[in-house]
């Protein structure tokens, strides 16, 4: 998005300052990921149309209407955590508008702190997608691998390296040929150019294990991309079973996780699973994730080596995905178990 149109509405006639500051943050939007300003677009939406309906100002925005804000948000429905995601996306709009963030007041504190609590007490749990572990990945690899259909050939390739990479679906979807190497054994490097953690010029290297390499290699040799370093590792393969080359864009985060659902249909426990805050009712973009990193943890892997992995900042981002795999190897639970005969 090159122009103001968005924000425009949302800044007074008199607000000159402000307009130009924002007209500097739109300028500068390749500094954010599509995600991240997708989102501040649907926060500030939802927000300015609740200010007109309310009588209230967005921008700047007192705390006091914040604080009303988010307990509507509440009221309305919403998960704790899309709450603070409107909390956080409106301080960062206000911050780069040259304005103080109405967060900052105690009063929304209060209101935040308020808000997560009643989650918390109403039983309302973090989302998690369904693990999509190492067995899953065996188990499809032995009804795919022979198929003479190149979509489960391609779709192998894909969860192998999901897997094996632990990247994100987006990260996934716009590697390219030429961004393939060999190591002296044979064996697949990839060199994966940023991801949504890390945004240098030296990039990422991820590296493919025998198998892994084995079933990319495969895909690339079928569908004949070997020959175009330009394309996108994972194309759209035609209904005649014959891939496309596609240069452009790669393909669509819906068509990536489509990869997910036929995989569930085909190797998943038969039923769809229980539902989670109404989502993951079977594996999606972000289950190669959540399993890879309970494998690892299963295996004792530590902490430090499953967020370098996967590129997470945050231990507590592992720590909720892994919570369930230690839950015995506490103290407590060592010690009764070793004083108490059953």
């Given at each position: 998005?090159?122009?103001?149109?968005?924000?425009?509405?949302?800044?007074?006639?008199?607000?000159?300052?402000?307009?130009?500051?924002?007209?500097?943050?739109?300028?500068?939007?390749?500094?954010?990921?599509?995600?991240?300003?997708?989102?501040?677009?649907?926060?500030?939406?939802?927000?300015?149309?609740?200010?007109?309906?309310?009588?209230?100002?967005?921008?700047?925005?007192?705390?006091?209407?914040?604080?009303?804000?988010?307990?509507?948000?509440?009221?309305?429905?919403?998960?704790?955590?899309?709450?603070?995601?409107?909390?956080?996306?409106?301080?960062?709009?206000?911050?780069?508008?040259?304005?103080?963030?109405?967060?900052?007041?105690?009063?929304?504190?209060?209101?935040?702190?308020?808000?997560?609590?009643?989650?918390?007490?109403?039983?309302?749990?973090?989302?998690?997608?369904?693990?999509?572990?190492?067995?899953?990945?065996?188990?499809?690899?032995?009804?795919?691998?022979?198929?003479?259909?190149?979509?489960?050939?391609?779709?192998?390739?894909?969860?192998?390296?999901?897997?094996?990479?632990?990247?994100?679906?987006?990260?996934?979807?716009?590697?390219?040929?030429r961004d393939i190497s060999r190591a002296a054994d044979g064996r697949i490097?990839?060199?994966?150019?940023?991801?949504?953690?890390?945004?240098?010029?030296?990039?990422?290297?991820?590296?493919?294990?025998?198998?892994?390499?084995?079933?990319?290699?495969?895909?690339?040799?079928?569908?004949?991309?070997?020959?175009?370093?330009?394309?996108?590792?994972?194309?759209?393969?035609?209904?005649?079973?014959?891939?496309?080359?596609?240069?452009?864009?790669?393909?669509?985060?819906?068509?990536?996780?489509?990869?997910?659902?036929?995989?569930?249909?085909?190797?998943?426990?038969?039923?769809?699973?229980?539902?989670?805050?109404?989502?993951?009712?079977?594996?999606?973009?972000?289950?190669?994730?959540?399993?890879?990193?309970?494998?690892?943890?299963?295996?004792?892997?530590?902490?430090?080596?499953?967020?370098?992995?996967?590129?997470?900042?945050?231990?507590?981002?592992?720590?909720?995905?892994?919570?369930?795999?230690?839950?015995?190897?506490?103290?407590?639970?060592?010690?009764?178990?070793?004083?108490?005969?059953?």
């Amino acid at each position: 998005m090159a122009d103001m149109t968005p924000i425009a509405g949302l800044i007074a006639t008199d607000g000159h300052d402000i307009a130009e500051r924002l007209r500097e943050f739109v300028q500068d939007r390749e500094a954010f990921s599509d995600n991240t300003w997708n989102q501040l677009l649907s926060v500030m939406r939802i927000g300015s149309r609740w200010a007109d309906e309310h009588g209230r100002s967005f921008l700047p925005m007192s705390p006091a209407d914040l604080r009303d804000y988010l307990l509507w948000l509440q009221a309305s429905g919403r998960a704790s955590s899309t709450v603070s995601t409107h909390a956080a996306l409106i301080s960062m709009l206000h911050r780069n508008a040259g304005l103080v963030p109405p967060n900052s007041s105690p009063q929304v504190f209060r209101a935040v702190k308020k808000i997560n609590r009643a989650a918390v007490i109403s039983g309302e749990r973090a989302g998690q997608a369904v693990p999509f572990r190492i067995g899953d990945l065996l188990t499809l690899d032995q009804r795919w691998s022979d198929s003479e259909r190149l979509q489960q050939i391609r779709d192998l390739a894909f969860l192998h390296v999901a897997y094996a990479t632990l990247l994100r679906v987006s990260e996934l979807g716009r590697l390219r040929v030429r961004d393939i190497s060999r190591a002296a054994d044979g064996r697949i490097v990839l060199d994966v150019a940023w991801t949504k953690t890390i945004v240098m010029t030296g990039g990422l290297i991820k590296g493919l294990g025998d198998l892994s390499s084995q079933r990319l290699t495969e895909w690339l040799t079928l569908s004949g991309l070997n020959a175009e370093p330009d394309a996108f590792i994972f194309g759209p393969v035609h209904r005649t079973n014959c891939a496309r080359v596609e240069t452009s864009k790669p393909l669509s985060t819906r068509a990536l996780e489509d990869i997910f659902a036929r995989a569930w249909q085909e190797a998943g426990p038969g039923q769809d699973a229980r539902s989670n805050k109404n989502r993951y009712r079977g594996w999606s973009g972000h289950s190669t994730r959540v399993g890879a990193a309970i494998d690892m943890a299963t295996k004792k892997y530590s902490t430090a080596q499953i967020m370098q992995e996967g590129t997470w900042k945050k231990a507590e981002t592992v720590m909720r995905y892994i919570r369930h795999v230690d839950a015995h190897a506490g103290a407590m639970v060592d010690f009764m178990d070793q004083h108490i005969k059953v």
